[in-house]
Every structure is written in C-alpha cells, then in structure tokens.
C-alpha cells in the first residue's frame, strides 16, 4: 500500500512519490512496473507519517555546483560551459530536491565519479560540490538500483 503524494517524470520514466506502508518510508514507484491497477485505500491518507510534508527528501532543496570536467583539455572545457551558458566562471548552479538529486545526475552523466573521470568525452560535465552532497547521494533512503 503506497500514499503518493507527486508523479514525476525522470530519467525518461514517470515515477510517483509516495509514503509505502510495508517500509514506512517515503521511495520513488516508476509507474511502468506496476501489474495490474492500483487499489484505492483511504486508510492511508489517516496516518500522519504518509503526509508530504513529513518526506524530508522531497522538502529539501539541494544546491548542484557543475563544472566541465576537469579531464577535458582547457578548450573542450570552454566549449562544454558555453553549451550549458555557464559563464566565465564555468559553473552552472541547478537548485534540485533532494529526493530527485539522482535523477539529475543521470541525466547530465555524472553519476560514477571515476568514469567521469576516465571517460571524460562520454562525461562531459562534473559535479564540483560532490562531497557537500554525499549524504544525498549514498543515503540507504535515496539507493537507487542504476
């Protein structure tokens, strides 16, 4: 049994954010794996802990620092920031929740630092502020099978 509360669409799916009742956590549902049609229980809605504004990841806005990657010759660097109209500063500043932070890091192909770093024509852009988010990247709640 899941609350949901937001539909999403990321990483090239629909996902609805909701409160399970079996976990008793907030977790992202891609909506093409569900079987058979839903049903409805308002049972739910009754406890305080499925309400949205308890989903801490969902109400948390995080701040993503992207860089070119440093891997890149100093002018394929400068092609990636005028791409991405970074300015001269080459950085792009993307607000994000915190519960959508994985999406956005696979859709602008940052997620594995060291193949961002090993593959840097595949991996053009790099997330400078990594360590500040770690805690959101690795956190048990926000483990994504990629």
Request: aromatic share 12%; hydrophobic share 45%; charged share 20%.
């Given at each position: 049994m899941i609350a949901p509360h937001s539909l999403v669409f990321a990483d090239g799916r629909w996902h609805i954010r909701a409160f399970c009742e079996n976990s008793r956590k907030f977790k992202d549902f891609v909506?093409?794996?569900?079987a058979t049609e839903p049903e409805i229980d308002d049972h739910l809605d009754q406890i305080e802990q499925a309400s949205p504004k308890n989903d801490h990841?969902?109400?948390?806005?995080?701040?993503?620092?992207?860089?070119?990657?440093?891997a890149l010759s100093p002018e394929q660097q400068q092609l990636v920031a005028d791409d991405y109209d970074m300015g001269p500063n080459k950085y792009l500043k993307i607000r994000v929740k915190a519960s959508l932070l994985k999406y956005m890091m696979v859709s602008l192909h940052i997620v594995d630092e060291e193949q961002t770093q090993s593959k840097p024509n595949a991996h053009q852009l790099s997330l400078a502020n990594r360590e500040v988010l770690k805690d959101y990247i690795f956190s048990p709640e926000s483990i994504m099978v990629w």
């Open positions: 909506l093409h794996r569900f990841e969902w109400n948390t806005e995080l701040e993503m620092v992207v860089i070119p990657n440093p």
